[in-house]
Each structure stands twice: as structure tokens, then as C-alpha cells.
């Protein structure tokens, strides 16, 4: 993979500004080491832990390793494993061994998985011995036979303090920590180079390939003033994604606060887990905040170390939100941006509350955010518009991918982010539309044309339409109006069925199935979307009604 991603000029430029600088995250981790060897850097929530000095040797050795394995500087590597110490291991240890880090999500559909190892050329792959009940080396098999040029298994075992190794099924040595040192001399990753590759939603049901440099995150961290060296983090969110790098490989390592990670969010562990850690900062989506605040367990559950929800991905509704902060004595933090543009605002403590929880924040200047309208017209002075920017936070691009680049970027530089936005006179930002057609589960995009690919392809639905339909708790679900062949009904259940067999990641199932004679058209015979919208806001009222009728 060619590494150097970004120009010299823009290099030269951020570093002048003091945006960007030549520390890497693997130096900011010697550097806790040599300070507090012995503080917890990460705890899992199987009770694997790491200290620092721990997360330094062990990096070192596994980076070792990995280049002893054949891998060269610049070759990609596919990392899937569950959320928690050994995955973040896993991406120093390949920055350390000059290896590009290709993140699988764990909840990842097998062709989604097998799509990003096939976009990146990524031919070692790197797992546990299972993943989420099953064998590993069946789940290599089947990205193989989806597309995806693995060559090369590696198979990893980590207790707090040791690591195993297996190549293709053979033990692979893990050198001592001089030795280690000694091999990968001079790999290490600078922090302007690429040394990540995630996904991101795409319109086809394929992700996209989103590179990443460690300056464009440290910049982000570089935000959040409020975070201190003496929190304590719980991260629920999934660390591939942008959110979850934030706040999970980024933040607390430039600070050197201790991390508490969960494989699966669950409301009672993790209400337990502030309890028991006395957790200060929590990084949740706001569905999962919205899950917290209906638990039962939050009267009973001393929730008073907790001061701060660092939340993204949807719009907080206020009502709940401010809730929540009087419940916890917390105070909740959101942010605007996307896995491709970083962040280009956000909220402080500062706030007064009605910006803290009506709005995105306040815009960040060095992210240069314009507005244009459906003409491309720059429509910034009127204050709404498609929302685009030019700054130290974004992406260098999708990797291989010159088409989707094109429309990610404007022929100036000028990166689009897909919401239209409402900046006020005091610069503080508003999502109030969409200009593409996704539907927003639990802060997740859901592309609804992609759903509707992959469920035409079911041999008794003749035609489909995705809409969102509105939820309490996750914001929006994926709901489904088909016309089927032979004009019976079709169950959720059975569809849900069908997309598992094709490998069709979880997320993008529909919730709800609605049959119909046929699909309502609009003008130039597209189908009209807002009347079915509006057609499923309407069943659900109706049940609601009955509902409540019969109680």
C-alpha cells in the first residue's frame, strides 16, 4: 500500500499550525510506560488487562513477530477481533511493524469482511481462534470463497502478560523484548502515514475503504479539552469506527487514562461497570444513552463518578437528554462529522444547555466549514446548506476508489459530509436534512437503497422500498414495503433468514415487512418515499391506538 497519503504542502501546513505533529501513538505509549509502567491502560470486560508497560513490551514482541511472518512495511493487514485490550494491542503492534491495519467490525457480515479484505489486497489475516462462537479458520474459508485473497492465517492468544501466536497453524516465535526491538527498527509507521483502513456505509451494500492517518485523530483528540489524565473511560461503541477510534485508541492513550472496554453493550453491564470503576467519561451513541436513562436499574445504581457522555452519530433529543444529565449529575457532549471528515464542531461543558443539547456545537475555524446548495452554489453567507469542509481532520480518501472519491470530494478539495445544516450567527451548527437516503439506526448508516438491493434478491419479492420507520429507543428502524410475487404475505422472519444465508451484515435486516399490491409512484415514476414514510408513521400510530384501547 502506498503510505505517504497526503501532500507535502498540506503535511507542512498542518505541522506549521501545530494542528499535526511527529508523534506517533506508539511513542506517546513508551512514553506512559517509562512514567506509570504499572497503571491499567485497558481493561476488558472478561477482566483481560493491560498496563502500560504491558502495552508497550507486548506491542513491540507482537510487531516482531508479524514482521518475521513475511509481512513488509506498507502491507496491509486484516485485524478482526472483538473490542477490548488485545485489539488495540493488535493495531499498535501493526503500526509499530510498518503494517497497515485493515479493521474488520466485529459484527461485520461475512461478504462485507470479505469485500474490505478484497478492496485492500489485504492476503494476512488476523484473528482469535473464534469469533463470536465460531472457528476462525471456517470464517477465513468463507471470505476466501467470497473473494477475498487471504493467503495467510494468524491466529492470537493473549492473557494479561503473554501472547501466542500461529501461523497457518504453526506456532509462530514471539521474540524477547530486545530481540523485538532489534527487528522492527526503522518500520514503525510516522503519524502522516496511512495506518488504518475501516468501512463505511455504502449505497451498493458494500462498504467503502476510508483511509486514515494517526495526526487526523490526535487532531481530533487535540478538541476535547475536557477529557483529563484522571478519567476514567468506558467505551461501548466498536473500535474500528471512527467514533470508537476516538475515544478508544486515541484519547485516553495521548492522555494516559485508564479505558474500560466491552466486547457487547448491555444497559445492566454497563451501568455496572460505571459503578464499579467509578467511570467519569462514558463514549455511547445516543441510543444507547436513551437505554441507559429507561433502565430500571439507573435509580438504583450509583452512577455519581460520571461526568461526562461523550455521545455521536444522531441528534440528542433534548427532552431525554436533559433527563439524563439531572438523573446522573452528568453533562452530555455531542459532536458533528463522520468517519471521513473527523469532527467540524462540537459541544463543551461550557455550553449554556441549550446549546449543549440543541445543537452540534460550535464550528471548528481550521475546518473551514462552507455550505452549498443542490446547484453547488456556496450558500454559506445564508447559513443552511450541504455541508463541506477543508481542514486537519479529514480523510485522504476511500482507498481504490476513484469514482466514490469524486463524490466525496468537490473538484476545489472541499470534502461534502451528507447532511444539510443550519449554522446561526454565533456559529454554532444544526443538522436539519439529509441529502441521501439512509436510515439512522442507533447512529449507524443504513443505506436504504443497498437494503433494497439485497432483498429484491429474494426469489418471491418482485419490487421494494426502505424507508425509515421512527423508534423511541434507536431512533429509526429499517422497514420494508415489498410487493411479492404471488401476493402473500412474507414475514420478517423468513427474510431475515434469506440475508443470513447471503451473508448480508445484521444491521441492514429490515425490522418490519409490510406487503402491498404496489409501490406508490411520484412524478418521473420514482417511487414516493414520503408516502410510504408517511404510511408507516400512520400504522404505527394506529397501533399505539389500539394499544392503548385495549388496556
Keep these: 500500500m502506498k503510505l505517504d497519503v497526503f501532500p507535502a504542502g498540506v503535511i507542512a501546513e498542518y505541522t506549521e499550525l501545530k494542528f499535526w505533529d511527529d508523534e506517533s501513538i506508539a511513542a506517546r505509549i513508551a512514553r506512559h510506560a517509562a512514567r506509570k509502567p504499572h497503571d491499567i491502560a485497558f481493561l476488558g470486560d472478561d477482566n483481560l488487562s493491560i498496563t502500560w508497560r504491558q502495552y508497550d513490551e507486548l506491542s513491540a514482541r507482537l510487531a516482531a513477530a508479524l514482521a518475521r511472518s513475511g509481512l513488509r512495511r506498507g502491507d496491509p493487514l486484516g485485524i478482526l477481533l472483538p473490542d477490548g485490550p488485545t485489539a488495540h494491542l493488535a493495531y499498535v503492534a501493526a503500526e509499530r511493524a510498518g503494517l497497515v491495519a485493515v479493521g474488520i467490525g466485529p459484527r461485520s457480515g461475512a461478504r462485507e469482511a470479505a469485500h474490505l479484505l478484497h478492496e485492500t489486497g489485504t492476503s494476512t489475516l488476523l484473528t482469535l481462534e473464534q469469533h463470536r462462537g465460531l472457528p476462525t479458520a471456517a470464517l477465513a474459508e468463507q471470505y476466501r470463497g467470497l473473494g477475498a485473497p487471504i493467503a495467510h492465517h494468524i491466529t492470537l492468544r493473549h492473557s494479561n502478560d503473554t501472547l501466542t501466536l500461529c501461523l497457518d497453524g504453526r506456532d509462530l516465535a514471539i521474540p524477547a523484548l530486545s530481540d523485538a526491538l532489534a527487528a522492527i527498527d526503522g518500520l514503525a509507521l510516522g503519524p502522516n502515514e496511512l495506518f488504518f483502513v475501516n468501512s463505511t456505509s455504502g449505497t451498493t451494500g458494500l462498504p467503502k475503504c476510508v483511509m486514515h492517518t494517526q495526526n487526523r ?305 411520484a412524478a418521473g415514476a420514482k417511487v414516493a418515499k414520503a408516502e410510504l414514510r408517511a404510511d408507516i408513521e400512520r400504522r404505527m400510530r394506529e397501533t399505539d391506538t389500539q394499544s392503548s384501547a385495549d388496556e
Excluded at 461503541?237 to 472496554?261: D, E, N, R
Excluded at 420494508?480 to 443470513?500: C, K, P, Q
Aim: with cysteine; proline share 6%.
Design 217 to 521: 485523530w490526535k487532531y481530533f483528540h487535540g478538541k476535547c479539552a475536557q477529557f483529563r489524565e484522571d478519567d476514567i473511560f468506558l467505551v461501548v461503541v466498536p473500535s474500528p469506527f471512527g467514533f470508537g477510534l476516538w475515544m478508544g485508541h486515541f484519547s485516553p492513550t495521548m492522555l494516559g487514562a485508564k479505558t474500560i472496554l466491552m466486547q457487547e453493550f448491555d444497559v445492566d453491564t454497563t451501568l455496572a461497570a460505571i459503578e464499579r470503576h467509578h467511570v467519569t467519561v462514558l463514549a455511547a451513541v445516543t441510543t444507547q444513552v436513551l437505554m441507559l436513562l429507561a433502565s430500571p436499574l439507573l435509580a438504583s445504581t450509583d452512577v455519581s463518578s460520571l461526568r461526562i457522555v461523550q455521545s455521536g452519530g444522531e441528534k440528542v433529543p433534548f427532552g431525554p437528554a436533559a433527563e439524563f444529565e439531572r438523573r446522573t449529575d452528568s453533562r452530555i457532549l455531542q459532536f458533528y462529522g463522520s468517519n471521513e471528515a473527523g469532527c467540524v464542531c462540537g459541544t463543551t461543558l461550557v455550553d449554556p444547555i441549550e446549546k449543549r443539547l440543541g445543537t452540534a456545537g460550535r464550528l471548528f475555524p481550521e475546518m473551514r466549514v462552507r455550505l452549498f446548495d443542490d446547484d453547488e452554489r456556496d450558500v454559506t453567507a445564508e447559513g443552511v446548506g450541504r455541508c463541506a469542509c477543508n481542514g486537519p481532520g479529514i480523510t485522504p480518501g476511500y482507498y481504490g476508489n476513484d469514482e466514490a472519491n469524486a463524490k466525496l470530494f468537490r473538484p476545489d478539495g472541499w470534502m461534502y459530509l451528507g447532511d444539510i445544516v443550519e449554522v446561526d450567527d454565533d456559529d454554532y451548527l444544526r443538522v436539519v436534512g439529509r441529502t441521501a437516503d439512509f436510515i439512522i439506526r442507533g447512529g449507524h448508516n443504513i443505506s436504504a437503497p443497498a437494503v433494497e438491493e439485497e432483498i429484491l434478491a429474494h426469489p418471491r419479492i418482485a419490487m421494494a422500498a426502505v424507508v425509515a420507520m421512527p423508534d423511541p429507543v434507536v431512533g429509526e428502524r429499517v422497514c420494508a414495503y415489498v410487493v411479492t410475487d404471488d401476493g402473500a404475505n412474507l414475514s420478517v422472519e423468513e427474510l431475515a433468514s434469506f440475508l443470513s444465508a447471503k451473508g448480508v451484515s445484521k444491521t441492514m435486516w429490515p425490522e418490519r415487512v409490510v406487503v402491498i399490491a404496489e409501490l406508490p409512484r
